[in-house]
Structure formats: C-alpha cells, structure tokens
C-alpha cells in the first residue's frame, strides 16, 4: 500500500510471504557420506516480512527515507548432530526474529554526481534458544559515492560498509569491520 501526499512525502506498507525449498546438498550429499545419516523429508523454509517506509523529498534533489521493518523466518533448515551415534542430519527445526530500523539519505546533483549515506540497526534473535542470531551484526552503515568520470562515457562509484561485530557459532564475538570498493562502469567506451 503506497500513499503520497502533494508535499513529496510517501508512505509505504509492506508484505512479503517468501520460501525456499531444500537445496540438493540437505537431500542428496547426506546419502554418499558416512558421517551423516537420513533425516525426516524436509520443508521449505518459510519469511514472513512487514515494513514502514516514509520517504521525504527535500528540494527535489534531497531525500530522507526512515524504515520499520520485522521478518520471521520458520521452518529453517539447519545441520544436527544425533547425541545417540553422533552422525550429522539435516532437519526443519530453527525459528528466527529480526526486527530493526534504517535510516538513509541520499543527494543527487545535475552533473552525475551522488551520495546516500543509510545506517540500519537490528536485533536478529534465534527464537528456539530466545538469544542472539549467529553471524548477524545489531548495526551496519553504508556510504556511497558516485561521480562522473569522463562525460557519459565513463563513472565511478565509491562505497564503505562497516558491520558491528557479531556472535560466532562456537559463542565468541567476531570483530567488526569496514570494507570499501571502487566500481568503474563503461557506457559506450567503444562504439558499439
């Protein structure tokens, strides 16, 4: 459901139902290995997800955009141990919960250049033991930066993400860490 209103402000309901069946490695790699064993017939996985979204437009060339959202994943397929003969087996048994908010602002100027900067915070719960997702960092910001290069002919883009750290699998903290790329695209560099 989308609503705007004559001063280039616009509201967004979102919801989203989404699945994705067992791949060939859950159903098919167990069989050949002897360290696994048959599991129960698996399920597709199932996300439910809802979202707020307001977007504001600022003189036409700035925009400010503000998010909700909550997802809820079911039925996930993850790797078990059996306690009685310690071989592996994959199962439908974990539930999760992410819930946060995003924030963005992005300028656009006559020339080709750009810049969005957003910054989202999140908490991705597992809901079975009622803690923290494993490898789901609670913030994450992005910045971008896009410019003209030669004319039409050739751009840049500029990005930086940086992630909190996160909670490993064995229980400990994983650092966080900034990462930054520099895209170059062609448009019509050679004729034809």
Known sequence: VIYSTKDQTTVKLLYGHAFRAPNAYEIIY???????KPGPALSPESLRGTEIVVEQYLGGQLRLTGSIYSNRA????????????????FANTDKM???????????????????????????????MR????????????????????????LSGGLEAQCESSRR?????RAAG????????VSRDLVKG
């Open 168 to 172: 490993t699998l064995a229980g400990d």
């Open 97 to 127: 919960t992410s819930k946060g908010i995003e924030i963005e602002m992005e300028r656009k100027w006559p020339r080709g250049f750009e810049i969005r900067l957003a910054h989202t915070w999140q908490r991705s719960s597992d809901d």
């Open 30 to 36: 167990p069989a050949g290995n002897s360290a696994y």
């Open 74 to 89: 079911s039925n996930l397929i993850s790797l078990r141990t059996d306690p009685s003969d310690g071989r592996l087996y």
């Open 177 to 184: 860490f900034c990462l930054a790329n520099l895209t170059l």
């Open 130 to 153: 009622r803690d923290n997702a494993v490898n789901s960092p609670r913030t994450l910001s992005k910045l971008n930066f896009g410019f003209p290069v030669a004319r039409e002919a």
